[in-house]
Antibody, heavy 117, light 105 residues
Framework: EVQLVESGGGLVQPGGSLRLSCAAS????????MAWVRQAPGKGLEWVAN????????HYVGSVKGRFTISRDNAKTSLYLQMSNLRADDTAVYYC???????????WGQGTLVTVS | EIVLTQSPGTLSLSPGERAALSCRAS???????LAWYQQKPGQTPRLLIY???TRATGIPDRFSGSGSGTDFTLTISRLEPEDFAVYYC??????FGQGTKLEIK
C-alpha cells in the first residue's frame, strides 16, 4: 500500500523559509515522478512542482519559480520542498503526490498546512 | 503553460439526474494528458479518469470522460448522493482547472 506522509508545515512570517518533507513507502520510490500540490483554504488545487525519478527533470509553476526548490533522496525514499521568500498567498495545505499511468496523480498524502502570516 | 477553464462553476442537480462538466484548454493537447479528480470536503482528491476517457480502478461506470483537442467533458450518468463534490480536470500532471462544485438541488 502506498503511503505518503508530509511534515514540516507551520506558521512562518512573510519573507521566511520552510522545508517540507514527504516520507514515501509501499512502492519503488526511485522510479516514480513525484509532485507537490497545494490547496489554499477554501480554494482549488494548484500544482506546484514535480520531479522525475532520478531528479534530472524538474518543473515548477510560474508563481514559485526562483523561490521554491523540489528535491528528493531516493535512498531515504523522501521528497522535499524548500520554500523561501514566502508570501501570504503561499498559505495552503501542501500535498505530496505520486503519478501513475498517463501522468495522472494516483496517490496523495494527507497534507501539511503552511501559514504565512 | 496550459490554462484549463472549467464550467459551470457550480452545478445544482438532483440525485438520478445526469451531470455534464466541461473542461476547456487554452491550447490543444493530446487526450492522453487529461485527468479528472473528485474531492469531497475534508478529503484528498481521488482520481476518476485518466487519458480523458479511462476510468481509474474502482470507479463506477456511471462516470465517463470524453473529448479531444481543447474540449473535454466528465459525465455522470445518474447522480448518486455520494457524487456531490468538487471536480477538477488536470493537464499532464500539472495545471488544474479551477473546479466545478456539484451540489444537491
Amino acid at each position: 500500500e502506498v503511503q505518503l506522509v508530509e511534515s514540516g508545515g507551520g506558521l512562518v512570517q512573510p519573507g521566511g523559509s520552510l522545508r517540507l518533507s514527504c516520507a514515501a513507502s509501499g512502492f519503488t520510490f526511485s522510479t516514480y515522478w513525484m509532485a507537490w500540490v497545494r490547496q489554499a483554504p477554501g480554494k482549488g488545487l494548484e500544482w506546484v512542482a514535480n520531479m522525475n525519478g532520478d531528479g534530472s527533470e524538474i518543473h515548477y509553476v510560474g508563481s514559485v519559480k526562483g523561490r521554491f526548490t523540489i528535491s528528493r533522496d531516493n535512498a531515504k525514499t523522501s521528497l522535499y520542498l524548500q520554500m523561501s521568500n514566502l508570501r501570504a498567498d503561499d498559505t495552503a495545505v501542501y500535498y505530496c503526490a505520486t503519478y501513475g499511468v498517463m501522468a495522472a496523480i494516483t496517490d496523495w498524502g494527507q497534507g501539511t498546512l503552511v501559514t504565512v502570516s | 503553460e496550459i490554462v484549463l477553464t472549467q464550467s459551470p462553476g457550480t452545478l445544482s442537480l438532483s440525485p438520478g439526474e445526469r451531470a455534464a462538466l466541461s473542461c476547456r484548454a487554452s491550447q490543444t493537447f493530446s487526450s492522453s494528458q487529461l485527468a479528472w479528480y473528485q474531492q469531497k470536503p475534508g478529503q484528498t482528491p481521488r482520481l476518476l479518469i485518466y487519458g480523458a476517457s479511462t476510468r481509474a480502478t474502482g470507479i463506477p461506470d456511471r462516470f465517463s470522460g470524453s473529448g479531444s483537442g481543447t474540449d473535454f467533458t466528465l459525465t455522470i450518468s445518474r447522480l448518486e448522493p455520494e457524487d456531490f463534490a468538487v471536480y477538477y480536470c488536470q493537464h499532464h500532471g500539472s495545471s488544474f482547472g479551477q473546479g466545478t462544485k456539484l451540489e444537491i438541488k
